[in-house]
């Protein structure tokens, strides 16, 4: 009998289309859960009030938390407010963090992608850099909007990843070559998280919660883009699925 595939939850975005709301996950995420990570792909609503986080994680093997064009909500890291016309999306808020810091304690593995990567360091008491093209000595870490999409998710720079971390042992090459299409970033990097991967400009691209249960990995780039062209992505998702198999299996 062929193994059951890992259920991978992968929490949605709310976009109001018309007069009504709707919960949504891009489909890059969902074919690298399903290809790649090779797992069944589950979006789960950004409903907190009705999303029971402890029944969610006894059925799941695995949760990506994928990238968005919404923010964080800066009073959830203390920030100051957004400027007008940012994007928020509350009841992702209100779903993921709790979501987050439930599936680390519980050893579900967790792989967090751009915004959910900002999601993870807010959840466990990080702060967030709200324009980091902004701060002066940082890079510009934002796509061109006017390029063709697949420019905008090309290579954009590389990112050293730190020594006998866990993108070490995984990738075993001291650099990658990442995209990058985030204005926020890592600021104060939350108690108890060891940064996986810097960018030049001193800024976290990687990190890693050691001290939990199960596999966890946190990323500011785009590894599920194209993953199948990228070996780096593929070998990411490949780890991300073999935690979910063996939470599967009960091993
Ligand atoms: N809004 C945040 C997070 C950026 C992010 O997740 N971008 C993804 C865009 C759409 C996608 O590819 O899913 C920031 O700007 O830092």
Sequence with gaps: MSERKPLIAVPADTRLLGHHWFH??????????????????LVVP???????????????DGLLFPGSPSNVEPALYGGPPSVEGTL??????????????????????????????????????????????????????????D????????IA????????????????????????????????????????A??????VEAFTLPDAPGFNLAVQWHPEWMVHDNPDSVTLFEAFGEACRQRSRGD
Excluded at 28 to 39: I, Q, T, W
Excluded at 49 to 56: H, R
Excluded at 93 to 114: K, M, N, Q
Excluded at 147 to 154: F, I, T, W
């Design 198 to 203: 810097r960018a030049d400009d001193g800024l």
């Design 88 to 145: 928020h999306d509350p009841a992702r808020d209100a779903l993921s963090l709790p979501l987050i810091r439930a599936a680390l304690d519980r050893g579900v593995p967790l792989f967090a992608i751009c915004r959910g990567l900002q999601e993870v360091n807010v959840a466990l008491g990080g702060t967030l850099h709200q324009r980091v093209q902004e701060i002066p000595g940082m890079q510009d870490h934002r796509e061109n909007p």
């Design 24 to 41: 949504a996950a891009g489909e890059k995420y969902l074919r690298a859960v399903a290809e790649a990570a090779g797992g069944l792909p």
């Design 46 to 60: 950004a409903m907190a009030e009705a999303v029971e986080i402890d029944a969610l994680l006894e059925r799941v």
């Design 157 to 196: 720079h590389e990112v050293t990843l730190v020594p006998d971390g866990l993108l070490d042992a995984l990738i075993g090459r001291p650099r990658i070559a990442v995209n990058s299409l985030h204005w926020q970033g890592v600021d104060r990097l939350a108690p108890g998280l060891r940064a996986e």
């Design 147 to 154: 390029l063709p999409v697949e420019a905008q998710y090309g």
